[in-house]
């Protein structure tokens, strides 16, 4: 996944690892199922000669700083870029934001509400890519407990060997059973035996009663409460878990889970939009794009309630 040039900190680069690969794998399906969550409109557009705005840049930065600054300058027109807050002001907020990149290097920090505004999807200058780094990870943690309980229905042995010859025997010979080869030939040498005692596999086999074993569905099932517990977090609206009708708490409880959060980031949003805009003489706007399927979710949690 493209990063940007690190400018925008976290690469999400794929490395051939099971483990790691899942990691990025659902970080950047996290990032891109986070922003489908608004529909951003007004963004500046390039007068002749300048640089058209990279919405795709925009989102990247202020899901992960939390913020993106704008400013005006002759050359590129109104722009924006990742930066630093600087100073302490009368309330103890940053009074400036430092800017620093190969496009641009100020001599001081430029004066936010005189040279430049931020764009805030939350309060404190902090990106929501924490969030999405801690469900990548249980993803991840949640993908290696479905690989392994798949090979483990298939296959659960141990095996002891003498030498480094007879391990890669083994191995061998495991490596061709988990690749679901019908038959396999092996070197009558690697049966072991004591004086007097009929020859052995050198293997030991695990519990195979697949009724108290297996727990594939219910990973499956936790896997899947993952996801659901995500959307959530980000204010997507998804019906309440419970198969059973609910009373009315439940169901205000259950809708204040997926919209609480997202009220906050809206507001911020919405707030330093319009700094922006009337500053610079924009449009610039955050729509949340799940309207509908919002009012839908309620009305679903809403049938399950006792009134």
């Given at each position: 996944m493209y990063n940007y040039c690190g400018y925008y900190p976290n690469n999400a680069g794929y490395i051939q690892d099971f483990s790691t690969g899942s990691y990025n794998y659902w970080e950047r399906s996290f990032f891109q199922r986070a922003r489908g969550i608004w529909k951003v409109s007004g963004l500046p557009k390039a007068a002749p000669g300048q640089v058209q705005t990279d919405k795709d840049a925009f989102l990247w930065g202020l899901f992960h700083l939390g913020y993106m600054t704008v400013f005006e300058t002759k050359r590129y027109g109104i722009t924006f870029q990742p930066s630093?807050?600087?100073?302490?002001?009368?309330?103890?907020?940053?009074?400036?934001?430092?800017?620093?990149?190969?496009?641009?290097?100020?001599?001081?920090?430029?004066?936010?509400?005189?040279?430049?505004?931020?764009?805030?999807?939350?309060?404190?200058?902090?990106?929501?890519?924490d969030i999405i780094g801690k469900y990548a990870a249980e993803m991840q943690a949640m993908d290696i407990a479905v690989r392994q309980q798949m090979i483990n229905a298939r296959f659960?042995?141990?095996?002891?060997?003498?030498?480094?010859?007879?391990?890669?025997?083994?191995?061998?010979?495991?490596?061709?059973?988990?690749?679901?080869?019908?038959?396999?030939?092996?070197?009558?040498?690697?049966?072991?035996?004591?004086?007097?005692?009929?020859?052995?596999?050198?293997?030991?086999?695990?519990?195979?009663?697949?009724?108290?074993?297996?727990?594939?569905?219910?990973?499956?099932?936790?896997?899947?409460?993952?996801?659901?517990?995500?959307?959530?977090?980000?204010?997507?609206p998804v019906a309440s878990d419970k198969k059973e009708r609910e009373n009315q708490i439940e169901s205000s409880v259950n809708t204040a889970e997926f919209f609480n959060r997202r009220q906050v980031w809206q507001g911020c949003l919405d707030e330093s939009c319009d700094r922006v805009n009337r500053m610079f003489g924009t449009s610039i706007k955050f729509t949340y794009s799940g309207e509908e399927a919002e009012k839908n979710v309620i009305q679903d949690t809403n049938a399950k309630s006792v009134q």
């Open positions: 630093a807050p600087h100073g302490v002001g009368l309330q103890f907020e940053p009074w400036g934001m430092t800017v620093s990149t190969p496009y641009f290097s100020f001599s001081r920090p430029l004066v936010i509400g005189r040279e430049c505004e931020n764009i805030k999807l939350t309060p404190d200058y902090t990106g929501i890519w659960a042995y141990i095996a002891a060997a003498d030498n480094d010859k007879e391990k890669r025997s083994m191995e061998s010979l495991f490596e061709k059973i988990e690749n679901g080869e019908p038959y396999i030939i092996y070197n009558r040498s690697i049966k072991k035996s004591m004086p007097g005692e009929t020859p052995e596999l050198p293997w030991a086999q695990f519990d195979r009663d697949l009724s108290k074993n297996f727990i594939l569905p219910e990973l499956l099932e936790a896997r899947r409460s993952v996801i659901t517990a995500f959307y959530r977090e980000m204010g997507v």
